[in-house]
Nanobody, 133 residues
Framework: QVRLVESGGGSVQAGGSLRLSCAAS???????????VGWFRQAPGKEREGVAT????????YYADSVKGRFTISQEITKTTMYLQMNSLKPENTTMYYC???????????????????????WGKGTQVTVSS
């Protein structure tokens, strides 16, 4: 059974930083497989939106325009864990953040931060990020 568990959310003031983690179990998280893992977020009443993804084979990373230069996605394959380092946080970044995973090709993985993550079949339950002004 695939399980994705997020952690690291919390409350921070504008300009601060948080590091989210997503631990995967029951999932073939390998640098040799066509895995795409990533982060999405969804505020109440709004559509889910992409934040960042990483193609596990090779480690190519992809970002939504709104977070480029401030957020960094990374992975520790040996720990089957993915991270999202969020710097220079803004109040509008306040929402639930979810990690997702699936077997996707590199081009699709690169396109997913622009969308709502419909391509992903595995999701965590989310972690709340609150940024105060």
């Amino acid at each position: 059974q695939v399980r994705l568990v997020e952690s690291g959310g919390g409350s921070v003031q504008a300009g601060g930083s948080l590091r989210l983690s997503c631990a995967a179990s029951g999932y073939t998280y390998s640098r040799y497989s066509s895995n795409c893992v990533g982060w999405f977020r969804q505020a109440p009443g709004k559509e889910r939106e992409g934040v960042a993804t990483i193609y596990t084979s090779g480690g190519s990373t992809y970002y939504a325009d709104s977070v480029k230069g401030r957020f960094t996605i990374s992975q520790e394959i040996t720990k089957t864990t993915m991270y999202l380092q969020m710097n220079s946080l803004k109040p509008e970044n306040t929402t639930m953040y979810y990690c997702a995973a699936d077997l996707l090709g590199p081009q699709t993985c690169g396109d997913t931060p622009k969308g709502n993550g419909a391509e992903f079949g595995y999701w965590g339950k989310g972690t709340q990020v609150t940024v105060s002004s």
